[in-house]
């Protein structure tokens, strides 16, 4: 990968900080986009350091703002001509409702909203430079969404159950990968949701996480994957000849598999996209 270019959102811990470790490792330029820049200047030294690459680059970028996604979206564009694989890798889970400074759900605005945006800023120089490649996480547990309510997404109206919502937008990442793979179909640029396993991190751990996923995270965390092995499908789409070949596939343990079939539905995908891009200012 000497010479090419890939972003790898969230990319200062767990498995973002695996995915761009082993994108250095393969001689790329990584630009690890992330909100905490201290942490984010420790995870690039550490990268430089372990592989010898000191192509590792820092971007501020705060999923929970539009006016942060644009700025990043800015500031990548002035510094770089290219961009060869973009990992849609931040998300969150949170147990009580709280909302981005725009106003949106925060689980639905960061995991799917913000990399929405990002992505559709990005749109140019991905296709300027063709192959490449988007990377978007989901989860497994998009199987357990019950469908999108497009009337009300943000659950304004509805009694708010962290899981439910949290597994909308898992749903809602795959369902943004089948309509990003249709819009850029013929550009040489192919898009895929990535499961990549239960992961021993923080993800289900931190501060802003509490009730059933932190214990669902201790009780579980004896059989998780170590955030390096959490992180070989998300490598394995970024990198491999076989993802190359295809678009709008679901992995898992670095294999093609069928996600739900609501996640396969075409019509509520390109529902998600317009609604998405009238909720972003696109």
């Known amino acids: 990968m000497q010479g090419m270019v890939c972003l790898v959102t969230g990319a200062n811990v767990g498995v973002g900080l695996e995915t761009a470790r082993g994108l250095a490792q393969r001689g790329a330029t990584v630009v690890l986009a992330c909100r905490d820049r201290a942490k984010a200047q420790a995870a690039a030294e550490d990268i430089r350091a372990s592989t010898g690459n000191q192509a590792v680059e820092v971007l501020d970028l705060d999923l929970a703002s539009l006016a942060s996604v644009r700025a990043a ?36 605005g960061v995991n799917h909203l913000g990399h929405f945006l990002l992505t559709n800023l990005l749109l140019d120089v991905l296709t300027r430079r063709a192959p490449a490649r988007v990377v978007t996480l989901s989860s497994a547990g998009h199987a357990l969404s019950l469908g999108l309510d497009f009337d009300d997404l943000m659950y304004t109206r509805r009694r708010y159950w962290d899981v439910r919502v949290y597994c909308d937008s898992k749903l809602a990442n795959v369902l943004f990968t089948k309509e990003l793979a249709r819009r850029l179909d013929g550009t040489g640029v192919v898009a895929h949701a990535v499961h990549p396993g239960v992961v021993r991190s923080s993800f289900a751990g931190d501060g802003d996480t509490t009730g059933i996923f932190k214990w669902g995270a201790k009780l579980t965390s004896w059989a998780s994957l170590s955030p390096a092995r959490g992180a070989r499908t998300s490598l394995h789409v970024a990198t491999s ?42």
């Open 73 to 108: 979206a800015d500031r990548f564009l002035a510094q770089h001509d290219r961009l060869d694989v973009l990992v849609n890798n931040a998300g969150l889970i949170l147990s009580g409702r709280s909302e981005t400074v725009d106003g949106f759900e925060t689980q639905l």
């Open 241 to 282: 000849e076989e993802a190359g070949t295809c678009t709008g596939a679901y992995w898992a343990s670095a294999r093609r598999t069928t996600p739900s079939r609501r996640a396969r539905d075409a019509e509520a995908a390109q529902t998600l996209w317009t609604i998405s891009a009238a909720l972003v200012g696109l």
